[in-house]
């Protein structure tokens, strides 16, 4: 039987375009939310919110969470003030 592979190469970019991604699908959903309370003239809650919808936005913030997690920050070694830019 074959395993599963564990292993990705994906570079900077490759990672940028996944975040970008999942973050218009969240977008998307989030107004898809927004307009089925506008249709019914209220705020959104989680009686008019698709259960659905709302759970597909919490899968693809805890996987953007935890991209975000796993990414190795830079921090310059020396004793000069690192201003980021």
């Not at 190469?9 to 970008?20: A, F, G, H, S």
């Not at 919110?49 to 899968?59: F, L, T």
């Not at 991209?67 to 004793?79: A, M």
Request: one cysteine or more; aromatic letters at 4%; proline letters at 4%.
């Amino acid at each position: 039987m074959t395993k599963a592979n564990t292993t990705f190469n994906l570079d900077i970019r490759d990672v940028e375009l996944i975040e970008n991604a999942l973050n218009s699908v969240i977008t998307k959903q989030s107004s898809t939310i927004i307009n089925t309370a506008g249709n019914e003239n209220s705020e959104p809650s989680s009686k008019n919110c698709p259960v659905k919808v709302k759970g597909q936005i919490d899968e693809l913030r805890d996987l953007l969470g935890r991209l975000h997690n796993q990414k190795v920050w830079y921090r310059p070694k020396g004793e000069a003030t690192y201003v980021g830019g």
